[in-house]
């Protein structure tokens, strides 16, 4: 049995803006999807998908997740008419837009059929393969999810638009920083919202433009309040970042309000992370006890909520 496993993530800045080729900043999370792959004597492929969910998300998402697995299977030459194969999807990730599900059971899927066909391939490949599932998701993704979700840790991120590959750097942190997300309870459809704000930005490349230099601003201090953990200016730069993601419409009422709801219970900060519409919020404490009221807050405005730390 082949086993493999990739980390959820949480985008800090840069969600739309990075499918353009800006710079954006990711961080893994804890919490992740395992997967195992077993041979079996008939052919195509059995899908036990039990990773735990926000409900309605694996059933909206099911078509697309049979591309996908299907896109992995062949970027790895496996022929199902030959040898036919169980997957098993598991782990304590919890399945819904904006933290990264689709990246990570990518990851893990091509990780277990690493570990099953013994490939000898290393992280570079496993992600090219994630790459390839994501697909399945969002015909053009930036790759920023499966790069996170393969190699862990703080990714600051440029997407190549010309053939090539992409930058990737690895941040340290002095100390890992404590954050909430939270879900809207909605799942959203990447491919939908990301040709939508496609379709604003060409309809008025001169909004856009605006747009951007202001996200370029905010990215280029977001890292630098990282790197010098000046967390009051990090937590403002999110906001920014949160504004810049209702001009370009990808937040709603329910995010802007959860928003809300997580800054009056102290947070330095507070933005849609992911494709939005929908999904989840990413939310900057500055400490543990400030960590447990805004997680509170939420939970007892009636969003499911999760603790993490990132720069661990
Ligand atoms: C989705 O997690 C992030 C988006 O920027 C899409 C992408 O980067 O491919 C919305």
């Not at 990730?93 to 990780?111: F, K, N, T």
């Not at 600051?156 to 920083?177: A, V, W």
Request: charged share 25%; proline share 3%.
């Amino acid at each position: 049995m082949g086993q493999g496993s990739g980390f959820g993530k949480t985008i800090l800045f840069g969600e739309h803006f990075v499918v353009y080729g800006l710079p954006a900043l990711a961080s893994a999370i804890g919490d992740k999807t395992l997967c195992t792959v077993e041979k079996i004597e008939n052919t195509g492929y059995i899908l036990n998908d039990d990773r735990p969910e926000i409900p309605g998300y694996k059933e909206k998402k099911f078509d697309e997740q049979k591309v996908s697995i299907q896109n992995v299977i062949n970027f790895i030459g496996i022929d199902l008419e030959k040898q036919g194969l169980k997957i098993t999807l598991g782990g304590n990730l919890v399945c819904a837009s904006g933290v990264g599900a689709s990246a990570a059971s990518c990851v893990a899927l091509a990780r277990a059929l690493n570990d099953e066909f013994n490939l000898g391939w290393n992280d570079d490949k496993i992600n090219e393969a994630a790459y390839e599932g994501e697909k399945g998701y969002h015909g053009t993704p930036s790759g920023i999810d499966n790069t996170a979700s393969t190699f862990g840790g703080l990714v600051y991120f440029i997407r190549n638009l010309e053939s090539g590959p992409n930058t990737m750097e690895t941040l340290k942190l002095d100390k890992p920083i404590s954050m909430v997300i939270a879900s809207s309870g909605m799942t959203a459809n990447t491919s939908v919202v990301v040709a939508d704000v496609r379709k604003k930005k060409e309809e008025n490349p001169e909004w856009f433009e605006e747009i951007v230099k202001e996200y370029n601003e905010v990215v280029k201090q977001g890292r630098e309040a990282l790197e010098n953990m000046n967390l009051d200016h990090l937590g403002k730069l999110m906001n920014k970042n949160h504004e810049l993601l209702q001009k370009v419409t990808v937040s709603n009422e329910t995010l802007d309000k959860m928003v809300n709801i997580a800054r009056d219970a102290g947070a330095l900060g507070a933005k849609v992370t992911g494709t939005g519409r929908g999904g989840n919020i990413n939310v900057l404490t500055p400490d543990p006890a400030t960590q447990d009221k805004v997680y509170q807050a939420l939970k007892d405005a009636g969003y499911a909520a999760w603790k993490t730390l990132i720069g661990v």
